[in-house]
């Protein structure tokens, strides 16, 4: 009987999320919209006569949660992950801070005790892997966007196991001391490590044995073992099963079969994937999100516009790019599924009141409905900022995408880099300042008595005087911290730049401000969120104070250097003809300040942007390449307006990463725009390699060779 009524409730939700998927997507919405609605249908609060057990649903859900992880691991190889960790890792880190903190101000703001409110930016903080992997399944998107947002999907779901960790002790009645908060962590990472460690050391191996053997049949139940014994593994860690089947998929990969074994776990991901999502609908009450649907707005708003700001902001400040960084903000908008463990800490413990479970539910729905239809405003947001955006802003910011991509290529071989110790000491500074508010926030009661008792000190002068003490006690590290960052800027621009000789130049001191700016927020923000409970909000205001005046430095110095940035331009550009006219394979110097990473596009008379303006074609915000200074036939220069038509025999000096220059190239040239997306490419191909076959036969232009000018 037992067996009868599952295969009842796997045929009810089956079908009705079929049907339900197949109107969505003629109606030419995501198919995840339709299986929510499904989950609304077959669940017990809508008078409809068809319903599934919601318990044995969500038991299902969990096997979409491991599915989908695995393939997401088998698409992230562990080279790709390292690749994007610093840029991912500084994104995740500003997104979750900015999340947390500006959940707990809400909570404050609806009246909700430290507590309450710090479990519900916990819940609001980490974005969901499901939703994302599925939108990016019906979407395509290019492969740089894929793997930032990917890279930080991984290091949010680090983040919440240790804020789980960390809130089931609150829930407890514990204490909780700065030890034991690096103990949490310390714990994780050696578990990640171990992990990682011994898969490579079996996994691989394995894998590649059993195609050898070429059965199919075994490779999917092999495979599919690793995937469940890893989950089962972190699970009975104290883990999510989450991320050890995100470390299986990888481990997977590393065999080199990350392709094949996709291709043949992909039906059943969709199948228990399309199930999670019924199950999550299922859990909506209509009547109880509406009585909630005030604070659920809030929340919703507080989500979207947080995430995408922070992610945002951490995006360009790391160099990948505005367009990447506003569609990462954009996919990234949504409360995942460990909002929902998160918060189920809290109600267990009684420490939350009755609304925040459907809150957070009711905002996990609503951003599963919004985040495909925020993808899809990407690219026009995309193009109104950027043309939005003062000309010499842009020109500055194209460069300073290809100063930190300069800056991740440079390697010294044989020794150690400085600037890895440099990095270390902004790590350990900030952890010592950090855990000295962490400490004065958890002591804050027992510190105060004891400004009472041992100082005779009445209310308020005790709370003034821990606050005191605290801002002392953390000024030095705190100190230490800001010099560290600022050394770290000026190594980075060593590397960049080479050695200072006399006064540094304008261009150099924007990427130093640059690189502070982003270790500040990157530190600064998780510290300011860990001392709200405590300070209530004074070390945030204080952060905030001193962000705005970095900003404001950083905002000056970019206009400063513009005319130095044009100069230099107007002489590269003018190189650049040259050597042009001189038949050179590869235009570009690098006896320019700053503009070394430039590269040069003549325009002949069949050339794609002939007879076009910059506006018409849209360069920067299709591409992201710059084009920093323009040189006409007749040998004068322009500035770029964008709205001047372009001609032969003009060059025009491209500025950016490489791989934005070489879509900005192609784009001039043969009239290709697409953006890169996933599969485009096989292992090791260049994008220009694959842009350049897809574009071969488009164009009404014949593409030049992506090597020449």
Not at 278 to 297: C, K, N, W
Not at 514 to 537: H, M, R, S
Request: a neutral charge; proline letters at 4%; glycine letters at 12%.
């Amino acid at each position: 009987m037992h067996g009868a009524s599952f295969v009842t409730d796997l045929a009810i939700v089956l079908l009705v999320a079929s049907a339900t998927g197949l109107l969505f997507r003629r109606l030419g919405q995501p198919s995840i919209l339709g299986y929510l609605a499904a989950g609304l249908i077959v669940g017990p609060y809508i008078p409809i006569p068809v319903f599934a057990d919601a318990d044995r649903m969500h038991s299902l859900s969990e096997l979409g949660v491991v599915l989908v992880m695995f393939v997401v691991g088998l698409e992230l190889r562990l080279r790709r992950l390292l690749e994007v960790l610093p840029t991912a890792g500084v994104t995740a880190l500003i997104e979750v801070g900015a999340l947390l903190g500006a959940g707990f101000s809400l909570g404050q703001g609806l009246g909700w005790n430290s507590r309450a409110s710090l479990f519900l930016g916990a819940s609001l903080a980490i974005s969901s892997t499901m939703v994302v992997s599925r939108v990016f399944e019906d979407r395509e998107v290019r492969a740089d966007v894929r793997r930032h947002v990917m890279g930080v999907l991984v290091l949010q779901d680090v983040a919440a196991i240790v804020l789980a960790a960390i809130l089931t002790a609150v829930a407890a009645g514990k204490g909780l001391s700065a030890g034991e908060i690096a103990a949490v962590v310390g714990r994780l990472g050696a578990v990640l490590l171990a992990m990682v460690a011994l898969g490579l050391l079996v996994i691989p191996r394995l894998v590649r044995w059993v195609v050898r053997g070429g059965s199919t049949e075994l490779l999917v139940v092999v495979c599919m073992g690793v995937c469940f014994g890893l989950a089962l593994a972190a699970e009975s860690l104290g883990y999510s099963v989450a991320l050890g089947a995100f470390f299986a998929g990888m481990l997977v990969a590393e065999s080199g079969e990350g392709k094949r074994v996709e291709h043949l776990a992909s039906p059943l991901r969709d199948t228990f994937a399309a199930i999670f999502f019924v199950a999550i609908g299922m859990t909506v009450d209509p009547r109880v999100a509406y009585e909630h649907l005030d604070i659920s707005l809030l929340a919703f708003a507080v989500v979207l516009v947080t995430q995408l700001l922070a992610v945002t902001i951490a995006g360009l400040l790391s160099g990948i790019g505005l367009r990447v960084s506003l569609t990462s903000g954009l996919a990234l908008g949504q409360v995942g599924e460990f909002g929902f463990i998160l918060s189920a800490i809290g109600a267990e413990a009684g420490l939350v009141p009755e609304s925040l479970a459907p809150v957070v539910v009711t905002v996990a729905v609503l951003t599963a409905f919004t985040t495909p239809l925020m993808l899809r405003l990407a690219d026009p947001l995309a193009r109104m900022v950027d043309h939005l955006m003062p000309q010499k802003m842009q020109n500055v910011l194209g460069l300073y995408e290809g100063w930190i991509e300069r800056f991740r290529e440079e390697r010294t071989p044989g020794r150690r880099s400085p600037l890895k110790r440099i990095g270390w000491i902004v790590a350990l500074e900030g952890l010592v300042a950090s855990g000295v508010v962490i400490s004065a926030a958890i002591a804050a009661d027992w510190l105060e008595d004891l400004a009472r008792t041992r100082l005779g000190l009445e209310a308020p002068w005790d709370r003034w005087a821990v606050l005191g003490g605290a801002a002392l006690a953390a000024a030095i590290p705190g100190l230490a911290f800001v010099r560290a960052a600022r050394a770290l800027g000026v190594g980075v621009g060593d590397r960049v730049f080479g050695p200072k000789d006399g006064s540094a130049s304008r261009p150099r001191k924007l990427l130093e401000v640059g690189i502070q700016l982003t270790v500040l927020l990157g530190v600064g923000i998780p510290c300011a969120v860990v001392a709200l409970p405590f300070d209530g909000g004074a070390v945030a205001i204080a952060l905030t104070v001193f962000v705005l005046l970095t900003a404001v430095v950083l905002w000056r110095t970019a206009g400063r250097a513009a005319p130095e940035v044009r100069t230099n331009a107007e002489r590269l550009v003018d190189l650049l003809a040259r050597q042009t006219t001189a038949g050179a394979a590869d235009s570009h110097s690098d006896g320019l300040l700053g503009l070394d990473r430039a590269r040069g596009v003549a325009l002949g008379p069949e050339s794609y942007a002939v007879g076009k303006t910059l506006a018409d074609l849209d360069l920067r915000a299709e591409t992201g390449a710059t084009v920093v200074a323009l040189r006409s036939a007749d040998e004068t220069h322009r500035l770029p307006t964008g709205q001047e038509p372009l001609q032969a025999g003009d060059v025009l000096a491209l500025a950016g990463t490489t791989e934005a220059i070489e879509r900005g190239r192609l784009l001039l040239l043969s009239g290709y725009s697409e953006p890169m997306v996933a599969g485009d490419a096989d292992e090791g191909d260049t994008v220009s390699d694959a842009a350049a076959s897809r574009a071969s036969g488009r164009s009404s232009s014949t593409p030049r060779d992506v090597n020449a000018t």
